[in-house]
């Protein structure tokens, strides 16, 4: 059996054993012509490296025999085009073949074949001369059914002997419907653009047609690269600058910021900054986001334009609000540095978060950083670090740094090493540019993070390394680290390396002090610095006893070459280090967790049944209460001193047992499962409950609380409208009869903002019908708002001076919502205001705001006001604020 028999029998094993294959194998066997062209192509595809042509050339002919048109079409090519023919040998150098198959396919309507058939009469082949007249039939009968945009163009070339004015009409009817197809014709589309603009072919130059079809076809494939231009083209673009498309007014700035674009002729486009800032400018006042970007940071660092922050910050807002993460990342920074805008750590804490959701890891760092450092925010250790393990994820060398120090994690440190190793290949350990600020607090961290993991109990702390192969050196003590303190300590010598104004003698403390510890990422760059000082050839004793090679008594002649080249073998080494160094010290670390975990366990069980027991115990208070009340009825306030006295004690219970019930649920879910909280928070979108629902009960809870403790009388006088005991007894006696038997619901909650206004018309409700949301009774929601506003509003109450109205509002702050309470005092009550412990309750509720996205309590007196205001993230409530 020769060569192409062995080949022809283990392909066709190979297809037999496929189930497909197998299966149109048989079918092509039994005639069928589908079958024959596919099984023709599957031979075809092992042709050129398992010799099996011959077989390939015989199934396409038996289909092509029978009628099949692409196998017609694929024999004709394959006949024709060396790039083919080089596949198919027994079809090499046969012209016969090639117009006989092409012939065949486009008289059955093949329409690539008609272009193929048109190209043979237009060049010529052996046996068929060369016919423009039947070249140009073939192309037309090509266009006429459809064919491509590029049989079009060369017609039209050639019109003026090859075809008729009536053939040209319908040509350029074809090319126009070609450009405005849906399915993108770049191709037509330029070729159109390209002829009104040089007014080539039958057209007239137009400026205003050029400019719509180059603008379509940048719109279709928005890369400059299929958009070669000359320099007539920007002529046009320049005479007709408004009436460009936007993608076309922001690649034209592109073309001119960067000056590295080519244009047909071969030649660089020129670098004009100016030209460029005025394309971008023209794009972005249309509402393109990339060039409102682009434009922004021309602004920003003044290039092209006059150096202006506040135009920057206005571009950037308006490509940010149209969700580009580049941009919204920006314009957080210029919040957070005051730079054209005022300085507002909470909106800067807002564009970040939007960025970073976006994918964008300076945008995580640098949220990380806020919250790590209590930068216009309660520090909050815990979400830094997740911050940092997002950035870090992306890559980001200083997010992975950031992460090593607050974790102080072994492989957080190691991860954090091999980035910034990884970053020095690329970039030779330079500047970190601004995101350098926070290097001096790293690096202290840092050596917080090697005094607090020392060596492992038993091992010497002082070791005596040797240093010098010939024994001659003197006597030199190093201090002996574990695997994390030295990882730490490689890290800070690294980071002295990038900071701004580099500290090469620190550096070099922390690397010889790793390198003493067997670190070959140390051992690496303190060779980089001796290479870099050109200090290496004096001391190659040093080095020899570095590094990884065998010693003897001369060092290796290619050490300094080879430190470079063995990076990534060394780095290796130091993974492998890692895992094994670390063992021990996981086990530890799990143990330990597991303690603490147990413990915080335990905690929650106990505080969980405190809070169920007591929920238990005073559940049926309020029934109780009205209940009691109903009985007696509200005609005691008549009757003497001892029936008012019991009534109104019997009535003060209500708001107390109310207030409880739900600080008890709040509280019970904010310490028996906290992580659950923001979950069940979410699923909490719908019910029947409201945030005037809400409202109402809070209003009747803390009004309670003032109309019938004696605690408050002095305050409560001052609060009513008409201040003698004949008022405080018919409010008293209002509230029994009307609100303490109220089931308030969503259809019943006005009636207790009308008894305020009636009764209490120094709070003021207000809410805003686009903030209104719904929610579950007695669920997530109901039970933080009614805790939250019962506490602002009673707070509100104790502190008024009685002066102003006090004004309780629910309304939405851009796209973040809040509710504030704000009253008048006097100048007494501000200075006990701020005294500690005044606002325990406050105390609580901020807690509880701490738990949700970046929602927040602030309270604030000045100018006779107090305000104080919870803000909750849009994030917290979806996007339609469910």
């Avoid at 590029?150 to 070609?178: G, M, N, P, V």
């Avoid at 994690?409 to 926070?438: F, H, K, T």
Wanted: with cysteine.
């Amino acid at each position: 059996m020769d060569m192409y028999e062995q080949s022809l029998q283990a392909v066709t094993d190979n297809f037999m054993a496929d189930r497909t294959t197998r299966d149109r194998l048989l079918a092509a066997e039994r005639g069928d012509p589908v079958a024959q062209y596919l099984i023709g192509c599957d031979y075809k595809g092992h042709a050129w490296y398992d010799d099996v042509s011959l077989e390939a050339v015989k199934w396409l002919e038996l289909a092509a025999q029978q009628g099949h048109v692409e196998a017609q079409y694929e024999l004709a090519c394959s006949s024709y085009e060396p790039v083919f023919s080089g596949d198919l040998p027994p079809l090499q150098d046969d012209p016969e073949a090639t117009f006989r198959w092409a012939l065949r396919a486009a008289q059955n309507g093949h329409v690539d074949a008609m272009g193929l058939m048109g190209t043979i009469y237009e060049q010529g082949i052996p046996g068929v001369s060369k016919d423009p007249q039947e070249a140009a039939n073939w192309y037309l009968r090509e266009a006429k059914s459809g064919g491509y945009a590029r049989s079009l163009i060369e017609l039209l070339k050639k019109r003026a002997c090859w075809i008729s004015t009536e053939d040209e009409a319908l040509l350029i009817e074809l090319l126009r419907k070609k450009a405005e197809e849906k399915v993108c014709d770049c191709f037509a589309k330029a070729n159109l653009a390209t002829s009104y603009t040089n007014g080539l072919f039958w057209l007239a130059p137009d400026d205003r047609e050029a400019v719509k079809w180059h603008s379509l076809n940048v719109a279709d494939i928005e890369e400059l690269l299929f958009c070669p231009f000359e320099q007539k083209d920007i002529d046009l673009f320049e005479r007709n600058a408004e009436h460009c498309g936007i993608r076309l007014q922001r690649l034209l700035g592109t073309l001119f910021e960067s000056g590295d674009y080519r244009f047909h002729s071969g030649e660089h486009a020129e670098c004009n900054p100016r030209t460029a800032a005025g394309w971008y400018e023209r794009a972005a006042t249309r509402g393109d986001a990339e060039a409102q970007l682009s434009i922004a940071r021309m602004y920003d660092e003044g290039r092209g334009v006059p150096q202006n922050a506040e135009l920057a910050a206005q571009w950037y807002k308006k490509a940010a609000q149209q969700g580009l993460a580049d941009a919204q990342y920006a314009l957080g920074m210029m919040y957070d540095n005051g730079r054209g805008l005022t300085l507002s750590y909470r909106l800067a804490r807002k564009w970040f978060r939007s960025a970073a959701e976006n994918g964008d890891t300076n945008a995580s760092y640098q949220l990380g950083l806020n919250y790590l450092f209590g930068k216009g925010v309660r520090e909050n250790r815990k979400r830094a670090e997740k911050l940092f393990r997002d950035a870090s994820t992306g890559d980001h060398v200083l997010g992975s740094v950031a992460l090593a120090v607050v974790t102080g994690d072994s492989n957080d440190l190691s991860q954090a090493v091999e980035l910034l190793s990884e970053q020095d290949e690329q970039d030779s350990l330079g500047s970190m540019e601004d995101q350098s600020s926070r290097l001096e607090e790293f690096r202290r961290r840092l050596a917080d993070i090697v005094e607090r993991n020392p060596i492992m109990e038993g091992s010497p702390i002082w070791l005596e390394p040797d240093l010098d192969v010939s024994g001659n050196s003197p006597r030199i003590w190093c201090r002996n680290l574990s695997a994390t303190a030295r990882f730490a300590t490689v890290l800070r010598g690294m980071l002295f390396l990038v900071d701004d104004e580099p500290d090469e003698i620190e550096a070099r403390a922390c690397l010889e002090l790793a390198t003493w510890n067997d670190d070959p990422v140390a051992r690496y760059f303190l060779v980089h610095l001796d290479r870099r000082n050109r200090i290496a050839d004096m001391s190659p004793k040093k080095y020899a006893a570095f590094s990884n090679y065998e010693r003897d008594d001369k060092p290796t002649p290619d050490y300094r070459t080879g430190f470079r080249n063995s990076m990534e073998s060394r780095l290796s080494e130091l993974w492998r280090n890692i895992r094994e160094s670390q063992v021990k010290e996981q086990e530890g670390e799990k143990l330990r967790q597991a303690e603490i975990k147990a413990a915080e366990d335990e905690q929650k069980r106990t505080l969980s049944f405190l809070t169920h027991t007591l929920n238990n115990t005073l559940s049926t208070g309020p029934e109780t209460v009205r209940t009691v009340l109903d009985i007696l009825g509200s005609d005691l306030y008549d009757q003497g001193q001892v029936q008012y006295k019991a009534i109104n004690n019997m009535a003060s219970l209500f708001p107390v047992f109310l207030f409880v019930e739900s600080l008890l649920k709040t509280f019970k879910l904010y310490v028996s499962d906290p992580e659950r909280l923001r979950e069940k928070w979410d699923s909490d979108r719908s019910g029947d409950a409201s945030i005037a629902f809400v409202i109402a009960m809070a209003l009747r809870q803390s009004v309670a609380r003032f109309v019938f403790s004696s605690n408050h009388l002095t305050q409560l006088r001052r609060l009513l409208p008409s201040q003698d005991k004949e008022a405080i007894k018919n409010v008293r006696k209002s509230f029994v009869e009307e609100m303490i038997p109220l089931e308030i619901s969503v259809e019943t909650a006005d009636k207790v903002f009308d008894w305020i206004k009636v009764h209490f018309c120094m709070l003021q409700v207000e809410i805003d019908a686009d903030a209104e949301m719904h929610f579950s009774s007695n669920a997530t929601r109901h039970m933080f708002f009614f805790a939250a506003f019962s506490e602002l509003i009673y707070n509100a109450l104790k502190y008024s001076d009685g002066t102003q109205p006090i004004h309780v509002k629910w309304y939405l702050d851009g796209s973040d919502y809040r509710f504030t309470c704000v009253n008048s005092f006097p100048v007494e009550t501000a200075a006990r205001s701020t005294q500690e412990g005044a606002n325990g309750g406050l105390f609580f509720i901020e807690k509880l705001m701490s738990m949700l996205r970046e929602s927040a309590l602030s309270y604030t007196h000045e100018c006779g006001e107090y305000r104080a205001s919870l803000q909750f993230d849009h994030n917290n409530f979806g996007v339609s604020g469910a």
